[in-house]
């Protein structure tokens, strides 16, 4: 959190002072959960967002994807109230999420990347906390229960596991009840049964109608979770849709087989529009771009292979994934 | 368990109890933080009361002297030193941040503080006055005193939450640690507690009284130990203190 609480905290969440009309009055109940118009945000003289532009819609999960430093977290935190836009629109719930501040904050959840819970404090004793800020929560030890934090009620939040620390926050997102939460990494640091558990409970928001925005680094938690996957890199959005629209039907072909087969010999072989490569050497590829692996292509794989009594191995035949998709739009090279 | 979306803030009086409630368990389960507003206030009552270790003159008895002295000291201790290290690591650990997004507004958790300050101050002066009558406390006071002994504890209780809030709201926590302690060892020597300011030489005497452990010192020693009914520079001396910590704070403080 640096760069942005200048001038006296102006650039946080403020409480909504009379506006001269009850904010009640601006609730559409069919605005998307967060709707952003060309949004900037800079620092100095580089942008960490530099004209965003996403619609989440209501009652969906939305995963916002990025590499290291290509947005997401700020992006999250205006729409938290916790930063100003530099130039954009920001809509929460159809809100003002600075100036409608004190209307969005009950039916807003907020999961922080990491803290925000008091180190020698129980469990337990935070949840009824902010269980008492609430008109309708949920009862604190029931879902310290589901999120099977049961035994460490008492345990103070720096004897927890990164894992469970995780859940408690989650469980401090959702006890109010909310129309909508923000998830900044929920799963990170988690042992598999606690991603698993974090994403049943996901699944269960859902299901139960609340919105949901969520940024994670793991691909197969956005595929498997999210109706909506925005992909950002640079402050900008790459990809935008379902998981399915994203990863489009490109088929692939993958086999093992001695290095260094000539694989233009291979490419005449195939459908004109298929592409072949190898890499690693040893690890061939075989794409159809826009299509999907018929029984034809496989048949002339194999029938090259057998030409050359090549035995080819680990044959696989699957569709791109959301880590394929992902990495070719925002490149392999490391981020820091 | 559903759920299904009911959102809704509570009141904001329930929102500042449960605050100030919450935050009231956390100070006193903090080994660190009862020891500074107790343990050592207690300490030096008994020890400077029971054994001549300075000579108060002004032919006060010694606990007489050192009550009021204690009574300060102990509003130092929760308002400012308590306070700024508190506010530093939760400002630290992003606890201010995840609050801002609760519906508990900032004027709610302000208000939760400032009833948290007061309640342990409450605790720690019945304690001590119990202990001085113990040890043969008899205050020389008028009536006014049941007005003005919680007026002076007020304004000091302000300019020190004010400072206290300064100092965590700008520094690293570690250095509102440091700070916060260092602050409190010079004011427990020169402002007054144990140590007479009329032992100091006039110059230093006089300044030390402009400043809030002194005003506030003499103040309750003027009205507890004197008989005096309204020690009208104190006051005005602890009310421009207050005014000008809580401005700094207001214009200084960056909650994350």
């Known amino acids: 959190m640096t760069g942005g609480a200048r001038g006296g905290g102006q650039d946080r969440r403020l409480a909504c002072v009379s506006t001269g009309k009850d904010p009640e009055t601006r609730t559409n109940p069919t605005a998307p959960a967060v709707q952003i118009d060309g949004l900037v945000k800079r620092y100095g003289s580089t942008a960490a967002v530099d004209g965003l532009t996403l619609t989440a819609p209501r009652g969906a999960v939305t995963a916002i994807l ?144 609340v919105s949901v925005i969520l940024t994670t680094h793991f691909m197969d938690e956005a595929e498997l ?64 771009p826009g299509g999907t692996v018929e029984p034809a292509l496989l048949a002339a794989v194999t029938a090259w292979c057998a030409e050359r009594a090549v035995l080819p191995s680990s044959l696989q035949i699957e569709s791109r994934t959301l880590e394929d998709v992902f990495l070719e739009l925002t490149g392999r090279e490391l981020r820091s | 368990m559903t759920f299904a979306p009911a959102p809704g803030a509570a009141p904001m009086r329930r929102m500042v109890a449960a605050q100030a409630g919450f935050e009231t368990r956390t100070l006193l389960r903090n080994g660190e933080q009862l020891t500074l507003t107790l343990i050592i206030p207690l300490l030096l009552l008994a020890a400077f009361s029971l054994e001549s270790l300075v000579s108060f003159g002004g032919g006060y008895t010694r606990i007489d002297f050192l009550t009021p002295g204690v009574i300060a000291l102990a509003v130092m201790s929760t308002a400012f030193t308590s306070q700024a290290i508190a506010t530093g690591f939760e400002r630290r650990y992003g606890v201010l941040k995840r609050l801002g997004a609760t519906p508990l507004s900032r004027t ?38 049941v007005v003005v002994v919680p007026l002076l504890v007020l304004l000091g209780t302000a300019a020190c939450s004010g400072f206290a809030l300064l100092l965590a709201g700008t520094l690293r926590a570690e250095a509102t ?80």
């Open chain 1, 66 to 209: 990025g590499p290291n430093g290509a947005g997401k977290t700020t992006t999250i935190e205006i729409c938290e109230g916790y930063r100003r836009p530099g130039e954009g629109t920001v809509r929460v719930l159809g809100m003002d999420p600075v100036r409608d501040a004190r209307a969005l904050r009950p039916r807003v959840g907020v999961m922080l990347q990491s803290g925000g819970i008091p180190p020698s404090v129980p469990a337990a004793d935070y949840l009824k906390l902010l269980s008492r800020f609430h008109t309708n929560p949920l009862d604190p030890a029931q879902l310290l229960d589901l999120v099977g934090l049961a035994a460490s009620a008492r345990t103070p939040y720096k004897r927890l596991s990164g894992g469970q620390q995780q859940r408690l926050s989650l469980a401090a997102a959702v006890i109010g009840r909310p129309e909508l939460v923000f998830l900044d990494e929920p799963t990170a640091g988690m042992d598999p049964q606690a991603r698993h558990a974090t994403w049943d409970l996901i699944r269960a928001l859902k299901a139960d109608g």
């Open chain 1, 225 to 288: 979770l999210s109706d909506h996957v925005v992909i950002i890199d640079a402050g900008r959005v790459v990809a935008d849709g379902s998981p399915v629209t994203l990863t489009g039907s490109a088929g692939q072909l993958r086999f093992r087989a001695e290095p260094g087969l000539d694989t233009d010999s291979l490419l005449s072989a195939l459908p004109a529009d298929s592409a072949a490569k190898e890499s690693p050497a040893g690890h061939y590829l075989i794409e159809v």
């Open chain 2, 108 to 145: 709610g958790l302000i208000a939760a503080k400032t009833v948290t300050v007061i309640a342990v101050e409450l605790g720690q002066a019945a304690i001590i006055m119990l202990v001085a009558l113990a040890l043969g406390w008899s205050p020389n006071a008028v009536a006014a005193a």
């Open chain 2, 177 to 256: 640690l440091a700070a916060a302690n260092l602050i409190y060892v010079v004011l427990l020597g020169v402002g007054g507690v144990v140590f007479p300011l009329t032992k100091f030489p006039p110059g230093a005497r006089s300044l030390l009284e402009l400043l809030p452990s002194g005003a506030l010192s003499t103040g309750l020693r003027d009205v507890l130990a004197n008989g005096a009914a309204f020690p009208a520079k104190n006051i005005v001396t602890l009310a421009v203190w207050a005014v000008v910590g809580i401005a700094l704070a207001v214009r200084f403080f960056r909650w994350e």
